[in-house]
């Protein structure tokens, strides 16, 4: 079984400004996936970034990127020059063979 | 265009009416996932699938059904709707179960049951 905790529920981030939000999980998998997600107020859930497991390496994506620490189960977004469009909800996952779990998630308000 | 739809998007029914909402995907995925989300839970899945003719239940599978006739479809069913069942619902598939491919979520659909 897998647990995902998001401890906070909401963070605010001045307009280029960077943020950081937090992530710990718990699975008792030797392999495993960990995925941030964005659901902005259409709804959609939209991809922002994945690590693998057995990847050292933090993942990035642009002005996203990750601080993966497997043995605190860690894993935390930091979104670097934010912008208004950054504005949503965002999801915590990990993922093992069979099912994806969420964290409660962090609403990010970007102040203009 | 390769996507997850669901229909319908909205629903207001009342106790007890049964009720299916609809999912498809056109990208030839095995794994399809139904999940429910609630403020301060997150998403919880409900049911998920393999593939045709196998489903399994998730973490919160209580008061619903599923069918895998096809690959592309996967209905999720609410034989009595309480008001309890009240959430967003996204539909979700993937190439395999295999936990590198992401998923793909379709749009939602928003039930409200009075």
């Known amino acids: 079984a897998q647990t995902v905790t998001q401890s906070q529920p909401e963070m605010s981030v001045q307009e280029a400004e960077t943020v950081t939000l937090s992530c710990t999980y718990d699975?008792?998998?030797?392999?495993?996936?960990l995925f941030w997600y964005k659901q902005p107020p259409s709804r959609q859930m939209i991809l922002v970034i994945r690590?693998?497991?057995?990847?050292?390496q933090n993942a990035t994506e642009n002005r996203f990127s990750v601080n993966f620490q497997k043995a605190a189960k860690s894993f935390s977004l930091k979104i670097s020059d934010s912008q208004l469009g950054d504005a949503a909800m965002y999801f915590c996952?990990?993922?093992?063979?069979?099912?994806?779990?969420f964290g409660a998630g962090t609403t990010v308000t970007v102040r203009a | 265009e390769a996507q997850v739809t669901q229909n319908p998007r909205y629903l207001i029914t009342v106790t007890g009416k049964k009720l299916t909402v609809t999912c498809s995907q056109n990208?030839?995925?095995?794994?399809m996932s139904w999940y429910r989300q609630d403020p301060g839970l997150g998403l919880r899945q409900i049911y998920y699938?393999?593939?045709?003719?196998?489903?399994d239940k998730g973490d919160v599978p209580e008061g619903y059904k599923v069918s895998r006739k096809e690959k592309r479809n996967f209905p999720l069913i609410l034989e009595s709707p309480s008001p309890n069942q009240t959430s967003l619902y996204f539909c979700?598939?993937?190439?395999?179960?295999?936990?590198?491919?992401?998923?793909?979520f379709g749009p939602g659909t928003r039930l409200t049951v009075t």
């Open positions: 699938s393999m593939n045709v003719e196998v489903t």
């Open positions: 979700a598939s993937s190439l395999s179960r295999r936990m590198f491919y992401e998923q793909y």
């Open positions: 990208m030839n995925h095995e794994y």
């Open positions: 996952a990990s993922r093992d063979d069979y099912k994806l779990s």
């Open positions: 690590q693998e497991a057995y990847k050292q």
């Open positions: 699975t008792s998998e030797s392999d495993y996936y």
